[in-house]
């Protein structure tokens, strides 16, 4: 039996306020957006010695049973390592979604909602359709837009010490 349980946890299936939901492989464009940005932030992040970048698919437990989630890439800091064990069992400091059109309210309301809950420090919703980055920080219960830029500019993490990312490096192909 622990086996089966093992073998359903190995896939793109997420639990949303309980709920089980799977989500289709992402298209190209959205895997080449993963890429370049989890290439920028890896690359700042491993040569400060600031923590670790993951990528999905890989669980995010806020809550067993109730919220399991898979951001797109997050980030944990050097010092919230212990969240780090088979998946992550924990708050991360920063997650980030990639919007597809099939996600976009998954992605804009119900994900973020739940990151809100569970006390994410930085949430970073990426529009590849739009060229778009906007970035939330939590301010004391509710996330706050810290920064954006579309089409072309520089956003800048909170969370992420000293990391600025020019959204062109991010949409080019």
């Excluded at 010695?49 to 809550?63: A, N, T, Y």
């Excluded at 059109?101 to 739009?130: A, C, F, H, N």
């Excluded at 939330?136 to 992420?160: N, P, Q, R």
Aim: with cysteine; charged share 25%; proline share 4%.
């Amino acid at each position: 039996m622990e086996t089966l349980a093992l073998q359903r946890d190995l896939d793109l299936t997420e639990i949303i306020n309980g709920e089980e939901v799977v989500s289709p492989s992402p298209f190209s464009k959205h895997q080449s957006v993963v890429l370049n940005l989890t290439e920028i932030i890896h690359r700042h992040v491993k040569m400060n010695r600031l923590g670790k970048v993951h990528i999905s698919p890989l669980d995010v437990i806020l809550e067993e049973g109730t919220n399991r989630l898979q951001p797109d890439i997050l980030f944990i800091r050097k010092e919230n390592m212990a969240i780090e064990k088979d998946w992550i069992r924990g708050v991360p400091d920063m997650v980030c979604e990639i919007v597809s059109s099939g996600s976009y309210e998954y992605d804009t309301g119900v994900k973020k909602s739940i990151y809100e809950k569970y006390g994410v420090p930085e949430y970073w919703i990426v529009m590849p359709e739009l060229k778009t980055i906007e970035i939330f920080t939590l301010d004391v219960v509710k996330y706050k837009l810290l920064t954006v830029a579309a089409f072309e500019g520089v956003v800048t993490s909170k969370v992420i010490e000293g990391l600025q990312v020019n959204i062109k490096d991010v949409f080019e192909d």
